[in-house]
């Protein structure tokens, strides 16, 4: 499995862009590219993956460069609700195989 | 209408003792998964159950066992509970591995 390395933390203020970025030097041609947020208290929830390029739904954007040693996660004007750990995975999209999460990103939204 | 439940929330117990958590998902995955979540917060896998296929995490002692009584139903059985088994377990589900459904967790505690 590829490893990744994240920030342990990050800090911003309400209304800004924030961005994550997540290295991968290792990645594997069938990885793919998948963030988790983690509320306290709260299991993982999957908020977006990607395999090259770019990818957006209505949570976030995921920016992946051609070689794709390196993912960015960015999520517009941040609130304090955003305030959670955010976990970058890159692993192959098989079924029935295990994960592993790394230590994650943890954000704080100040006001 | 939880996709995915876990009971209980909270589990006090004393060491020695045999304890189960339950698991439930109600999206029609195939596959599901127990987490361990220790005090520094990384969330380690530790069984993954895909059509009575058991993939087991070598480092997880064998006093914890996954017992499967249909696809909707994962539960966790942990015999001669120790002090380090304290931690919050999650239960989670994917029908595609890399987007994977988590329960609200089960916070063990053992005295």
């Known amino acids: 499995l590829a490893k990744t390395t994240q920030p342990i933390s990050m800090d911003s203020y309400e209304g800004q862009e924030v961005n994550i970025t997540c290295s991968h030097n290792n990645i594997a041609t069938n990885d793919y590219i998948t963030w988790y947020q983690q509320f306290p208290s709260q299991g993982p929830r999957f908020i977006i993956q990607?395999?090259?390029t770019k990818v957006t739904n209505e949570v976030a954007s995921l920016f992946i460069p051609a070689d794709r040693k390196s993912s960015t996660l960015s999520l517009p004007r941040v609130s304090l609700s955003d305030t959670a750990v955010y976990y970058c995975?890159?692993?192959?999209?098989?079924?029935?195989?295990?994960?592993?999460f790394g230590g994650g990103t943890r954000l704080m939204v100040k006001p | 209408d939880t996709a995915v439940s876990q009971t209980p929330k909270y589990l006090v117990t004393q060491m020695g003792n045999d304890k189960s958590i339950k698991c439930e998902q109600n999206?029609?995955?195939?596959?599901m998964y127990w987490y361990k979540q220790d005090s520094k917060k990384f969330l380690k896998i530790m069984f993954s159950y895909n059509n009575k296929e058991l993939i087991i995490n070598e480092t997880v002692p064998n006093r914890f066992s996954p017992k499967s009584p249909d696809k909707a139903h994962l539960n966790l059985h942990i015999n001669s509970l120790e002090l380090g088994d304290s931690a919050v377990y999650f239960c989670?589900?994917?029908?595609?591995?890399?987007?994977?459904?988590f329960g609200a967790g089960t916070r063990l505690s053992v005295l």
């Open positions: 999206l029609g995955h195939d596959t």
């Open positions: 989670a589900s994917s029908q595609e591995r890399n987007i994977q459904y």
């Open positions: 995975l890159v692993a192959p999209n098989n079924a029935g195989n295990m994960l592993t």
């Open positions: 990607g395999y090259k």
